[in-house]
């Protein structure tokens, strides 16, 4: 089992990495090791990287961004490469060639904060080295703790929300010129979804595209609404705009983002509406999203994703608790029951689709029998594989505000531990019933056990090792057939087919 830092919540990690779900359950992923593209997750690109191409350099206008927290983010930096770069910046290889450096960061896990402040201290020494550098904080971080990185890190040139990368050029120059005070722009705007902005992208083969930003559901242990405003869904023209430059340049899946992508709406188009635009923009062969928001689940758009062969057969349904009265303080929308019916009726149309979720274990007022509900809950579903976390209280958050943080550490433990067994029990069978199977695979690139394997991901978002056949080629974004002859909880293993 994998253990991982996440953010908002103390995490454990069973299964996959996956994008967007640790902000839901208050679980962004935070690392800063760099993307081996080989194996990093198609759909959870995370990490450290700098997202801008590399082309003729501009004294003054070398910019290096650092990214922390979720798929959002890394859509994010990929935005600012694309604004900064229309105003003449360029990348910078690494930080010592930076002129501009900007850490863009993620709120949601104290953890991550305080590892971004760890991270702003070591790069205080490119100021020492050339103080004409900029040093900026962007993203979720900076809407939340505008104050405490100044006074924290008071050699901060920058702090800009999440609502304000348009202006980054502008707010650049102004603290080129600024002496002693940080410039800080944290304006959240109802209205901004980056129309008509192009991402600077990583070549590669699965993209994503944000089709809507905010999130109006409020759920008391997260701090997302707060830090990223309220709901907006970015026009349908746009999305589509950006999904055809992904297939022109090559990609070959779309994972959509948002908070609860689901429930995106702008003007007369919803969700569904949306994804029966994409299917058809060619050269992209699968289309992901991710998170839906259980509510938001509409009979059309079950029927949109059983018809069109291009969306994956892979659903991410955060689901937190099986226990009605955690889930009523957590102020989610349904009841253990509601859930069930959803799932039933998801896989009575689309039998062969796999899910997975987010739980919290240990939220305030949570019983051995509010636990056992979930426990039960789970056991009932089986989930492909689950994003398993233990409560921790979030500042800013309305549980933090109202409800007693009252489930002792130990406890929280246990349960997570207990579950996490549980979880990988029920992974190892699911995965192991597919031994026998033929599945599509696209192809990711050499494994990183075996540089005779190559590896990639089923349309079901399973990652599946094969050997690299000896009679042909094989690039990341081809697909392949995989016979699986074998399975462990959290990989598939097979032989390739040719026909
Ligand atoms: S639905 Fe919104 S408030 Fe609830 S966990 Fe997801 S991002 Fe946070």
């Known amino acids: 089992m994998r253990r991982m830092e996440s953010a908002g919540l103390l995490s454990c990690f069973v299964a996959q990495r996956h994008p967007l779900t640790p902000s839901k359950s208050g679980s962004h992923i935070a690392m800063t090791t760099t993307i081996d593209p080989t194996q990093a997750d198609p759909n959870a690109h995370n990490g450290e990287e700098n997202t801008m191409p590399s082309f003729g350099q501009r004294p003054g206008h070398r910019v290096f961004i650092e990214t922390y927290g979720c798929q959002m983010n890394l859509a ?187 429930s995106y709406r702008h003007e007369d188009t919803d969700f569904a509406d949306l994804l029966e635009l994409l299917v058809d923009v060619d050269g992209l062969e699968r289309i992901r999203f991710t998170s839906p928001y259980p509510t938001d689940f509409t009979p059309k758009l079950i029927e949109t994703m059983a018809t069109h062969d291009e969306i994956c057969n892979y659903l991410h349904l955060p689901l937190q608790s099986g226990s009605d009265d955690v889930l009523e303080r957590m102020k989610r929308r349904y009841t253990s029951g509601e859930f069930l019916d959803l799932v039933g009726q998801i896989r009575e149309t689309i039998p062969d689709i796999a899910m997975s979720t987010d739980i919290i274990v240990g939220f305030p007022g949570e019983s051995d029998e509010d636990y056992q509900q979930t426990v039960d809950l789970l056991e009932e579903v089986r989930f492909d594989f689950a994003y398993l976390f233990k409560y921790s209280e979030r500042d800013g958050t309305n549980a933090a505000r109202q409800l007693e943080d009252d489930v002792g550490e130990d406890v929280k433990g246990e349960r997570l531990s207990s579950l996490i067994e549980r979880q990988e029990e029920i992974s190892g069978e699911v995965f192991k019933n597919r031994v026998g199977q033929t599945v599509q695979v696209m192809v990711i690139g050499e494994s990183k056990r075996d540089a005779q394997d190559l590896c990639g991901r089923s349309d079901d978002f399973k990652m599946t090792v094969f050997p690299r056949p000896d009679d042909r080629e094989l690039n990341p974004g081809d697909f392949v057939d995989v016979r699986v002859t074998d399975a462990t909880s959290h990989t598939l293993l097979g032989e390739p087919v040719f026909r």
Not at 89 to 103: F, Q, S
Not at 131 to 139: A, H, N
Not at 141 to 163: K, N
């Open 76 to 262: 994010d930096s990929e935005l600012m490469g694309g604004i900064l770069g229309t105003s003449g910046y360029t990348a910078a290889p690494n930080h010592d060639e930076a002129d501009v450096i900007l850490i863009n960061t993620c709120a949601v896990r104290e953890r991550a904060e305080e590892r971004v402040f760890g991270r702003l201290s070591h790069l205080l020494r490119y100021k020492h080295a050339r103080p004409e550098v900029i040093l900026g904080v962007t993203g979720c971080m900076a809407e939340r703790l505008r104050e405490d990185i100044t006074e924290r890190a008071p050699y901060v040139d920058l702090v800009v929300g999440p609502d304000a990368y348009r202006r980054l050029p502008k707010l650049i120059a102004e603290s080129q010129e600024v002496e002693n005070d940080p410039v800080v722009d944290v304006k959240l705007d109802r209205d901004e979804t980056y129309e008509g902005l192009s991402p600077k992208r990583t070549p590669g083969i699965s993209g994503w595209v944000t089709v809507q930003r905010g999130c109006d559901k409020f759920c008391t242990f997260c701090i997302v609404p707060f830090v990223r405003g309220r709901e907006r869904g970015v026009a349908p023209d746009e999305v589509l705009r950006q999904c055809r430059d992904l297939a022109e340049r090559g990609y070959r899946e779309v994972t959509l983002l948002g908070q609860t992508v689901n």
